[in-house]
C-alpha cells in the first residue's frame, strides 16, 4: 500500500485518508475516489489529497477485517458484517467466553495492521453481548499476512453457554448469625444464577458442624443438584474446617482450597461424585464481583476448573481494595495497637440539615431541659475519647454556630447542605487532619447519644485487627452513630444524596462489630411529636 499527497487529477481509485470539504459537501475518510468525486474536487479548487493506493497483493479493511473474525468465531460466536475496517463478535447465547490467549497473542504480532481485541478471559456475557472486536487499521493488509492469521486464528474464541443448573445450598448457623443474613445470602446467589436461567432448588440450613453438613450434601446430590453452594456461617481458615471436612466426610474430594483473588482468598473448591461443590467464601454474601463469580460461572457453563485454573487467577486477580482486610495476626500493627497507643478516632457531628418534618423552627436550636439538640450533641462528642471534633452546619449557620459557644470544636460550613446528608459527610471527612485512623459520625438530632456511647463505640475499633466500622445496636436493630476506619473516608465521600455509607456497611460485612447499647441509639428528633416525647421544646 501506497500512501501519501495525490494530484486529485492522478487519484482515481485511491482511498481517501482525511476528509475533505467541498463545494457540495464533505468526502468522508475511506471514500474511493471515482470520476465524479475526483470532479468536486477540482471544481472546489481541491488540488490535492492524502490518499491510500492499494497494492496487487493487498485486501481491503472491510474484506480483511470480516475474513479474520469468521476464522477466529467458533461455537456460539456471531461474526458482524464489516465496516470501516472493522468487524464486531457477539456472543449468540449467554454463556462464558473462552479465549485462547496463546492465539490472540500471536495473531496481534503477525502484522501491525492487524489487531484482535477481546474481553477477559472467562468473562460471563449474555446473549448479543460483543466478545471481541478485529480492526484493519487503515486501509488495507497484505494478503500474505492476512492469509497466515487466517491459518493461525482456528476457532481461539467460543462462548461456552449456560446450562440451567438445579443448584443446591447448605448454609451453616451459629448463634450470632441472623436468619435475615441467611436470607439475603440466598436472594443474592438467586441473582448470580438468574444469568444462567440456574435456580436453587433446595436450601438446608443445618448447624456449623462436619456432621450436619456431610448430610446436607449427601442429601442434595441425592435429589439430583448438579451443583452444590455452602455458605459458612463462619470464615473456612484451613482444609481441615467444617465446610472442607464436610466435603470429605460425605464422600467427595477437596479439589482446592484457597485462591489468588482478593475479595474471594477463602473459596474451597470440591467434587461430590462428579457434582462440584464450592464453599463460598464470606465475600459472596455481597453483591459486589469477587471470586467466588468467577469459579461459579465458569462451573455453570460445564468449565472444568482445576487447581492449575484456580492458581492462574493471581494476575488481575486484586479486584479492588480490599479495606477490610485485617494487619498481620502476629507483629506488625496488630502489635503496636495491643501493646502501644490505641487508635486515634476523631468525631463528626452533622448539624447542616433542614428538618423539615419539625415543620418550620430549626429543630437543632430546639431544647431538652435548656441546652439546644446541637450542643447535646457537640457536647457528647466534645467529652468523649473523640479528638478533634467536627461539627458541620448548613441550614441557618449562624443560629446553629451560636449554640455552640464555648465548645472546643471545629465548625465548618456546607453550603451545598440541600443537596443531602452525604455532601456534609464529605465535608466533614475533608476536615480531619491525617493523622486519624477512624472518625465517629453523630446526627446532631440524637439527644440521647452521650459521650459513653461514643466511647464504647472507640473500644471495640480494632483497624489492626479488621474492625473498620463499629455499630450500636438496640435489641438488635443497628442504630447511630457508627465509627469508620480511615480506610473506608474514600468511599465514605462518593456518597450521594441522604443515604449516608450503610451500604458500606453490608458491602465490608467482615469488618463491622456491633456494640448493643439501648434505645438511645434509636432516638431521632424529627417531629414536633418526637421532640415533645423526649422532653423538648421548640426555641421561641
Not at 15 to 28: K, W
Not at 73 to 81: K, L, R
Not at 176 to 184: G, H, Q, R
Request: glycine share 12%; charged share 20%.
Amino acid at each position: 500500500m501506497k500512501f501519501g499527497p495525490v494530484p486529485v487529477a492522478e487519484a482515481e481509485g485511491a482511498i481517501l485518508a482525511h476528509s475533505v470539504r467541498h463545494a457540495g459537501g464533505v468526502l468522508r475518510k475511506g471514500t474511493v475516489l471515482d470520476t465524479d468525486t475526483i470532479a468536486a474536487l477540482g471544481e472546489s479548487g481541491v488540488a490535492e489529497v492524502i490518499a491510500a493506493r492499494l497494492d496487487s497483493a493487498d485486501v481491503h479493511e472491510d474484506e480483511a477485517a470480516v475474513r479474520l473474525a469468521r476464522a477466529l468465531a467458533g461455537d456460539g460466536v456471531h461474526v458482524e458484517p464489516p465496516f470501516t475496517g472493522r468487524s464486531n463478535l457477539h456472543a449468540e447465547a449467554a454463556g462464558v467466553l473462552v479465549v485462547d490467549r496463546g492465539k490472540i497473542d500471536r495473531l496481534n504480532r503477525i502484522d501491525p495492521a492487524i489487531t484482535i481485541a477481546t474481553l477477559a478471559e472467562f468473562a460471563a456475557v449474555e446473549a448479543g453481548r460483543m466478545i471481541a472486536t478485529v480492526k484493519i487499521i487503515p486501509f488495507a493488509v497484505d494478503g500474505a499476512s492476512l492469509v497466515a492469521a487466517e491459518g493461525s486464528a482456528g476457532d481461539a474464541l467460543r462462548v461456552a453457554p449456560f446450562r440451567p443448573h438445579k443448584v443446591g445450598l447448605v448454609a451453616t448457623t451459629l448463634p450470632s448469625l441472623k436468619p435475615s443474613v441467611l436470607d439475603k445470602t440466598r436472594r443474592l446467589l438467586e441473582e448470580r444464577l438468574s444469568i444462567a436461567s440456574a435456580r436453587v432448588v433446595r436450601e438446608i440450613r443445618v448447624a456449623h458442624e462436619t456432621r450436619p453438613v456431610a448430610e446436607a450434601l449427601a442429601m442434595l446430590k441425592a435429589e439430583g443438584s448438579d451443583l452444590i453452594v455452602v455458605f459458612g456461617a463462619s470464615a473456612t481458615v484451613d482444609e481441615g474446617d467444617v465446610v472442607p471436612a464436610g466435603i470429605v466426610a460425605a464422600g467427595g474430594r477437596v479439589v482446592h482450597f484457597g485462591m489468588p483473588v482478593d475479595p474471594g482468598n477463602l473459596l474451597v473448591l470440591g467434587d461430590l461424585g462428579g457434582v462440584p461443590v464450592i464453599g463460598a467464601p464470606g465475600c459472596a454474601r455481597s453483591p459486589k464481583e469477587n471470586g467466588f463469580d468467577w469459579v461459579l460461572h465458569r462451573l455453570l457453563a460445564g468449565l472444568p476448573v482445576t487447581p492449575e485454573d484456580v492458581t492462574a487467577l493471581g494476575v488481575g486477580g486484586l479486584l479492588m481494595e480490599i479495606v477490610s482486610r485485617p494487619q498481620p495476626r502476629e507483629g506488625g500493627d496488630a502489635a503496636v495497637e495491643e501493646n502501644g497507643p490505641p487508635p486515634r478516632v476523631a468525631a463528626i457531628v452533622l448539624a447542616a440539615g433542614q428538618g423539615r418534618r419539625m415543620g418550620g423552627p430549626n429543630k437543632l436550636a430546639a431544647t431538652i431541659r435548656g441546652r439546644s439538640l446541637a450542643r447535646i450533641a457537640a457536647e457528647a462528642a466534645v467529652a468523649s475519647r473523640a479528638d478533634p471534633v467536627v461539627v458541620v452546619t448548613g441550614h441557618e449557620p449562624t443560629l446553629v454556630q451560636g449554640a455552640l459557644d464555648g465548645l472546643d470544636v471545629r465548625i465548618i460550613h456546607n453550603p451545598d447542605y440541600a443537596d443531602g446528608l452525604s455532601t456534609s459527610l464529605r465535608r466533614g471527612i475533608a476536615a480531619l487532619p491525617e493523622n486519624i485512623d477512624g472518625a465517629v459520625v453523630l446526627l446532631a438530632d440524637m439527644p440521647g447519644v452521650d459521650a459513653d456511647v461514643v466511647d464504647r463505640l472507640i473500644a471495640a475499633f480494632g483497624p489492626a485487627g479488621g474492625t473498620l466500622i463499629v455499630v450500636p445496636t438496640f435489641e438488635g436493630k443497628r442504630g447511630n452513630p457508627v465509627l469508620w476506619s480511615r480506610r473506608l473516608f474514600a468511599e465514605l465521600s462518593t456518597v450521594a444524596g441522604d443515604t449516608g455509607g450503610r451500604h458500606l456497611i453490608g458491602a465490608n460485612a467482615d469488618a463491622v462489630a456491633e456494640v448493643e447499647i439501648g434505645p438511645a441509639v434509636a432516638l431521632d428528633v424529627d417531629t414536633p411529636e418526637a421532640l415533645a416525647a423526649a422532653g423538648g421544646e421548640i426555641a421561641g
